[in-house]
């Protein structure tokens, strides 16, 4: 099984808020709200360097296995507590979107 924990383990990645006990099916990067919102999908890895409130939205619609902000972007409280409260997993990496979504697309791989 493909998870976020193990994903997290493997890559290096610190969980700011939320459980890693989710199953993780892909990847998504993007930074546009609405398309992301159109186009991510159901267990996906969404990678972006937005930190507002409304990627808590986005990434509950979508029902995405978490959120990593690239390039050192860290939330602010309330968008974290609102991320707990909608149990919404988010990682902070100094990673680019670019390198990241390379390690996570490779994670996929081995792990098909």
């Given at each position: 099984m493909?998870?976020?924990e193990?994903l997290?383990?493997?890559?290096?990645?610190?969980a700011?808020?939320?459980?890693?006990?989710?199953?993780?099916?892909?990847?998504?990067a993007?930074?546009?709200?609405?398309?992301?919102?159109?186009h991510?999908?159901y267990?996906d890895?969404?990678?972006?360097?937005?930190s507002?409130?409304?990627?808590?939205?986005?990434a509950?619609?979508?029902e995405?296995?978490?959120?990593?902000?690239?390039?050192?972007?860290?939330?602010?409280?309330?968008?974290?507590?609102?991320?707990e409260?909608?149990d919404?997993?988010?990682?902070?990496?100094?990673?680019?979107?670019?390198?990241l979504?390379?390690?996570?697309g490779?994670y996929?791989?081995?792990?098909?």
């Amino acid at each position: 099984m493909r998870d976020l924990e193990a994903l997290a383990n493997e890559i290096g990645l610190k969980a700011v808020c939320g459980s890693l006990d989710k199953e993780i099916c892909g990847c998504y990067a993007g930074d546009l709200l609405s398309w992301v919102m159109s186009h991510a999908q159901y267990g996906d890895v969404w990678v972006t360097i937005m930190s507002n409130i409304n990627v808590v939205a986005v990434a509950s619609l979508t029902e995405c296995a978490c959120v990593i902000m690239a390039e050192g972007v860290m939330p602010d409280s309330e968008v974290l507590k609102v991320a707990e409260e909608k149990d919404i997993t988010v990682f902070s990496d100094n990673r680019s979107t670019y390198e990241l979504c390379c390690l996570v697309g490779q994670y996929l791989k081995n792990n098909e």
